[in-house]
Nanobody, 119 residues
Framework: QVQLVESGGGLVQAGGSLRLSCAASGSIFSINAMGWYRQAPGKQRDLVATITRGGSTNYADSVKGRFTISRDNVNNTVYLQMGSLKPEDTAVYYC?????????????WGRGTQVTVSS
């Protein structure tokens, strides 16, 4: 089991910045990758960025060059630095941890944090 707690959301003007944090606890040594997903009202949950245990990153095209994902392995925390924010970035942002056990993926989710970008 993995528990995830997000923080750092809020209201920001277009062009501004925010940093999201996600603290993991529990079976953290089994985590293969962590990431951020977002879900806008009436839309599906989409990938924003992921980072593997080895530090490899992957980003959605819509956030490349504006967002940076990083992780602090000492404090078991993953961050999402968001810059040049746009109104279309408004969504609930969810932290994800993926464990792979015997070739089976197990996904854990945080409760989400709201990010609102005003124009």
């Amino acid at each position: 089991q993995v528990q995830l707690v997000e923080s750092g959301g809020g209201l920001v003007q277009a062009g501004g910045s925010l940093r999201l944090s996600c603290a993991a606890s529990g079976s953290i040594f089994s985590i293969n990758a962590m990431g951020w997903y977002r879900q806008a009202p009436g839309k599906q949950r989409d990938l924003v960025a992921t980072i593997t245990r080895g530090g490899s990153t992957n980003y959605a095209d819509s956030v490349k060059g504006r967002f940076t994902i990083s992780r602090d392995n000492v404090n078991n925390t993953v961050y999402l630095q968001m810059g040049s924010l746009k109104p279309e970035d408004t969504a609930v942002y969810y932290c994800n941890a993926r464990l792979v056990v015997s070739l089976v993926n197990y996904d854990y989710w945080g409760r989400g944090t709201q990010v609102t970008v005003s124009s």
